[in-house]
């Protein structure tokens, strides 16, 4: 083979590995509270590690646990699907519990992400999300879900709408002109504040910059 053609093969090669990149989902493990996927942490309360049958995950209190991930890892994405393992405990303290708060640095753009409390017993998702361009907030108070199990709740952006579904199941979708996040940070278990703290433990976050569909998603 020629200086040419082998230039030519590592060229592509190259390609198809910047082009795999550039859609990879971004996994956060969240089995530890000193770092999520190597980035900086900060610790409010004392959210505890428990053993679950997939792992290690972070159980929160419901009070004023939380932890501040110095990324958001949806930045620049001009589309994309944000699922959370969960398990929403009984009897926390607050009506809604926000659970995962991403938020651009010096704007009021943001993602929330929250569970509301429904009958006793049972939760139902609420998601929110500003950009720069609009914003949606997507809930149905009927379509709830028992407390004290895993589950998967996403929230699919594909440029134009944003859907939300639980355990892969389309819950409700709604129209959403996406403009791209810049830097921020992201908190999990609470608001930015310390404040609607979520009662519950998360297994896992991932990131993926294209819009998925149901198939794809995590198994809780």
């Not at 501040?68 to 405990?89: K, S, Y």
């Not at 938020?103 to 943001?110: I, L, V």
């Not at 009662?199 to 569909?213: D, E, Q």
Request: aromatic share 8%; proline share 3%; hydrophobic share 40%.
């Amino acid at each position: 083979m020629n200086r040419l053609a082998i230039s030519i093969v590592l060229y592509s090669l190259l390609l198809c590995c910047f082009c795999e990149d550039s859609t990879a989902d971004i996994v956060w493990d969240v089995n530890n509270t000193n770092s999520i996927a190597g980035h900086k942490t900060t610790v409010l309360g004392s959210p505890s590690i428990i053993e679950t049958k997939e792992g290690k995950a972070v159980l929160f209190d419901g009070i004023d646990d939380a932890v501040i991930v110095d990324a958001l890892a949806v930045a620049g994405a001009n589309e994309f699907t944000l699922e959370i393992i969960i398990r929403p405990d009984p009897n926390g303290q607050e009506s809604e519990q926000k659970f995962l708060h991403v938020q651009e640095n010096d704007s009021k753009n943001r993602i929330i992400l929250l569970v509301a409390k429904g009958k006793k017993g049972h939760w139902y998702f609420d998601s929110f999300v500003k950009t720069s361009a609009e914003t949606q907030n997507t809930w149905d108070a009927s379509k709830t879900h028992l407390t004290g199990r895993w589950y998967n709740v996403a929230i699919v952006c594909d440029g134009k709408r944003m859907s939300q579904y639980v355990n892969g199941v389309l819950e409700l979708s709604g129209k959403l002109e996406l403009s791209a996040f810049g830097d921020g940070k992201t908190s999990i278990g609470a608001k930015m504040n310390r404040k609607s703290c979520f009662k519950g433990a998360i297994r896992k976050i991932r990131f993926t910059p294209r819009a998925l569909k149901p198939r794809e998603f995590l198994m809780p």
